[in-house]
């Protein structure tokens, strides 16, 4: 099998780009390589993340740009110069036009701090605490122009605790994301997960609920 080429998007911290980075770029048998890292901004510590791995980092800054569209034409093509196989959000805070989203159809995935389709869109662990929620999770899913609404891959949970503020379920979340995203990009490298006609297929068989991750 050919080694996979992975371009990984960035906004900020870059905490689970380096999770990819530490468990599949150029892992002995996991057949991926990240190509480039790519972010909308300048001050994103996850450029220094992948400076450190060796790895190419690009900056294309939206606020340069005079649409959504025009933006979004720019990033394809530098996404593009790198011929990548698959194109990973890792906390990338900015929406995506249909028309690139359709042009990575299948090869685009993105990591959500929810167990979707529950709470889309931002501030999640305020609103799951604010509901009064018993449990939380993270989901990775294939991208599609519906925002947040792609074929969900897999999924993590973990207990909202009795003293829990956003802050303390979000970090203990990204523990999580930190194992589950790298175990799906596994997958994918591997050829076992695809986005077939009908929703997502794990070794050829049509999945009728989103893998769970066992917890540790
Ligand atoms: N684009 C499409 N078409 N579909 C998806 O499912 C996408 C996407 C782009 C990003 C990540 C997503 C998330 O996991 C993602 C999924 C940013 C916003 C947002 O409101 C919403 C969802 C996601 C990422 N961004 C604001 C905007 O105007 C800017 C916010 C900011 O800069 O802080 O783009 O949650
Ligand atoms: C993660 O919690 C990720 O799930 C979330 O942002 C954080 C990025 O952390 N993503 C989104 O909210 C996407 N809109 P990181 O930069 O340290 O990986």
């Known amino acids: 099998m050919k080694i996979k080429r992975l371009v990984v998007l960035i906004s900020g911290s870059g905490s689970n780009l380096q999770a990819l980075i530490d468990q599949v770029h150029l ?16 001050d994103a510590y996850g450029l220094e993340r992948a400076t450190a791995a060796g ?14 569209e025009a933006f979004d034409q720019a990033l394809q093509g530098l996404i593009d110069e790198y011929a990548p196989d698959y194109v ?9 036009t249909a028309d690139l989203v359709n042009h990575y159809h299948g090869r685009m995935i993105n990591i959500h701090p929810s167990l979707l389709p529950d709470y889309k869109g931002t501030r999640t662990h305020e609103r799951v605490l604010a509901d009064g929620k ?20 897999m999924q993590v949970k973990i207990p909202v605790l009795p003293h829990d503020t956003p802050e303390s379920l979000a970090q203990r979340l990204l523990t999580q994301e930190h194992r ?22 794990l070794d050829g068989q049509l999945l009728t609920q989103p893998l769970l991750l066992p917890s540790n």
């Open 27 to 42: 892992i002995p048998k996991v057949l991926a390589e990240i190509v480039a890292v790519i972010s909308n901004r300048a």
């Open 55 to 68: 790895i190419n980092t690009q900056v294309l800054d939206h606020k340069a740009f005079p649409s959504r």
């Open 88 to 96: 990973i959000l890792a906390g990338f805070m900015r929406i995506l």
């Open 134 to 153: 018993a449990e939380h999770g993270a989901s990775v899913h294939f991208v599609t122009a519906e925002l947040d609404g792609g074929p969900v891959i």
């Open 180 to 201: 589950i995203y790298p175990a799906v990009v596994k997958l994918l490298a591997n050829e076992q997960v695809r986005l077939g006609t009908q929703g997502v297929e």
